[in-house]
């Protein structure tokens, strides 16, 4: 679920869960207490009365001793001055938080609290002047609130008398006030545990990942970039992780191959100062000998000179082929693709070689099995730079008298297969795996009098993998070597 998703789910969570949660436990609460109201007081009561009116509730309470004071007033009131018969009706409301008060021509007889008759004895109503305001009752407000119900009755000497039944309203019903604190209890649970519940929830989805990032940045930041960050949402924390993930595996393979770089550059520039010692250090002698009157007849003056030649080319040679390789291992040759005849293409680069290969009394094979018409898609003169640093490899490392090499061409599904192969020492199975790296040399002496850079192979490989296609190498030592590349085949065939 998405971010905003889970906000709108938890503003209806906070605003409908303590909503269905109050609602239970109050009517749970309220259902508990009227059933406690009815055994305690014996009476029915209404449970919004109960909440929005409990002086109703009070004055029902005492209804049943009223009636009968009243009942007794009218037929005997004599029992109304019996005091027994009066501390049986204390009794009954005792627990009912009301008492007695009985009055004789303005003067208080009786009371069983006197400290709440002094509270209210002014505003008791006079004899014959009694207004019901509350069913049966009369409501005394102020600072200390009573329900008061009064019974005028005569004495037996005519006297004028008055019998009070109060009930305290500062002391509610046990129940009234149980269900208050009862649901303000049940209120704070819910409140509390909808808390407890939402925190937890937005830990887990929020928090808790964003406490493995700030974990995984910090690693980062030491060096670590092998700590992964495994996601497990489907919304913005979670694709956040993804691109986290994303981003140190990028940041690690930068790094990993800005390593392998410094080290290459370091090999580099190792490879070059020793391939460039070999000829400077010549090219000195030679001079120096000169200079020294070491050649000292016209044949050792010329073949000083040739030499010192020789070795100022196969410089050139060496940095040139360095500048073309680090354009290429840059990317920044331009190629020049076309659509070429293979058949016409390989028909004019074998007349070239063969008329250089006959001089050096190697014999070169031709064999072509596809169709006249296939076309490959190819740079012609980086491909011929392919080929010519193949057979200059096969000719420089050639042990026979009589050297032989064979060009076969095969159709191979969308691509067309050239082998060249030579019947050179060839190379032990442990270096084939390594010829294609630059400066490489299955011949570690580097004063190998074949010369050569070793940048040959690994100049083919670069372009012929531009072009979309493969090389590698195939090899048996004292038998000879076979170079295999592929080329891609054009979508047009037989067209121009």
């Given at each position: 679920m998405k971010l905003k998703?889970?906000?709108?789910?938890?503003?209806?969570?906070?605003?409908?869960?303590?909503?269905?949660?109050?609602?239970?436990?109050?009517?749970?609460?309220?259902?508990?207490?009227?059933?406690?109201?009815?055994?305690?007081?014996?009476?029915?009561?209404?449970?919004m009365q109960v909440i929005t009116n409990p002086i109703q509730i009070l004055?029902?309470?005492?209804?049943?001793?009223?009636?009968?004071?009243?009942?007794?007033?009218?037929?005997?009131?004599?029992?109304?001055?019996?005091?027994?018969?009066?501390?049986?009706?204390?009794?009954?409301?005792?627990?009912?938080?009301?008492?007695?008060?009985?009055?004789?021509?303005?003067?208080?007889?009786?009371?069983?609290?006197?400290?709440?008759?002094?509270?209210?004895?002014?505003?008791?109503?006079?004899?014959?002047?009694?207004?019901?305001?509350?069913?049966?009752?009369m409501y005394v407000g102020g600072k200390h609130p009573f329900l008061v119900k009064a019974q005028d009755f005569y004495y037996s000497d005519g006297g004028e008398g008055t019998i009070f039944v109060i009930t305290d309203l500062n002391?509610?019903?046990?129940?009234?006030?149980?269900?208050?604190?009862?649901?303000f209890i049940s209120f704070l649970i819910i409140i509390c545990f909808t808390a407890t519940i939402l925190m937890y929830?937005?830990?887990?989805?929020?928090?808790?990942?964003?406490?493995?990032?700030?974990?995984?940045?910090?690693?980062?930041?030491?060096?670590?970039?092998?700590?992964?960050?495994?996601?497990?949402?489907?919304?913005?924390i979670g694709e956040l992780c993804d691109d986290f993930e994303e981003m140190r595996i990028r940041l690690k393979e930068l790094i990993e191959n800005r390593l392998c770089y410094e080290e290459d550059i370091k090999e580099l520039i190792s490879n070059i100062s020793h391939d460039l010692k070999t000829p400077l250090t010549a090219i000195k002698g030679y001079a120096e000998g000169l200079m020294d009157g070491v050649a000292d007849t016209p044949e050792k003056q010329d073949k000083y000179l040739k030499t010192i030649y020789t070795k100022a080319n196969d410089m050139s040679v060496l940095v040139d082929e360095l500048a073309f390789y680090a354009k290429i291992d840059n990317n920044t040759v331009p190629y020049s693709f076309n659509e070429i005849n293979i058949h016409e293409y390989f028909d004019d680069c074998i007349e070239d070689l063969s008329l250089d290969l006959?001089?050096?009394?190697?014999?070169?094979?031709?064999?072509?099995?596809?169709?006249?018409?296939?076309?490959?898609?190819?740079?012609?003169?980086?491909?011929?730079?392919?080929?010519?640093?193949?057979?200059?490899?096969?000719?420089?490392?050639?042990?026979?008298?009589?050297?032989?090499?064979?060009?076969?061409?095969?159709?191979?599904?969308?691509?067309?297969?050239?082998?060249?192969?030579?019947?050179?020492?060839?190379?032990?199975?442990?270096?084939?795996?390594?010829?294609f790296d630059r400066f490489y040399r299955a011949d570690t002496s580097r004063n190998s009098k074949k010369g050569g850079s070793g940048l040959g192979l690994a100049i083919s490989?670069?372009?012929?993998?531009?072009?979309?296609?493969?090389?590698?190498?195939?090899?048996?030592?004292?038998?000879?070597?076979?170079i295999l590349f592929t080329l891609k085949k054009s979508d047009r065939k037989g067209e121009k």
């Open positions: 998703g889970r906000l709108i789910t938890a503003f209806f969570i906070i605003i409908a869960m303590p909503i269905m949660l109050l609602t239970a436990a109050a009517g749970t609460i309220l259902r508990y207490q009227m059933k406690s109201i009815h055994e305690s007081y014996d009476m029915e009561a209404d449970t004055n029902r309470v005492t209804r049943g001793v009223y009636n009968e004071i009243k009942l007794a007033a009218l037929k005997t009131p004599e029992k109304l001055e019996n005091e027994e018969y009066i501390s049986e009706l204390e009794q009954v409301l005792k627990d009912k938080y009301s008492f007695i008060t009985i009055r004789k021509n303005g003067n208080f007889l009786y009371t069983s609290n006197e400290e709440k008759l002094d509270l209210i004895s002014n505003s008791l109503p006079k004899f014959g002047v009694y207004n019901t305001d509350v069913d049966g009752g002391n509610i019903i046990p129940q009234i006030k149980a269900v208050a604190v009862q649901s929830w937005i830990y887990r989805s929020i928090i808790k990942p964003l406490n493995i990032l700030r974990i995984a940045t910090n690693q980062i930041r030491d060096g670590d970039l092998d700590y992964s960050v495994q996601s497990e949402n489907e919304d913005e006959e001089v050096k009394n190697i014999r070169i094979a031709y064999d072509n099995d596809i169709n006249a018409a296939v076309r490959v898609i190819a740079d012609v003169e980086q491909l011929k730079r392919v080929i010519n640093n193949i057979i200059g490899n096969s000719v420089k490392y050639l042990d026979k008298k009589e050297g032989n090499i064979r060009i076969r061409i095969h159709d191979v599904c969308e691509f067309v297969q050239i082998e060249i192969e030579d019947n050179g020492r060839g190379i032990p199975d442990k270096d084939i795996p390594f010829i490989k670069k372009i012929i993998e531009d072009h979309g296609g493969r090389i590698w190498a195939v090899s048996e030592v004292g038998v000879g070597t076979t």
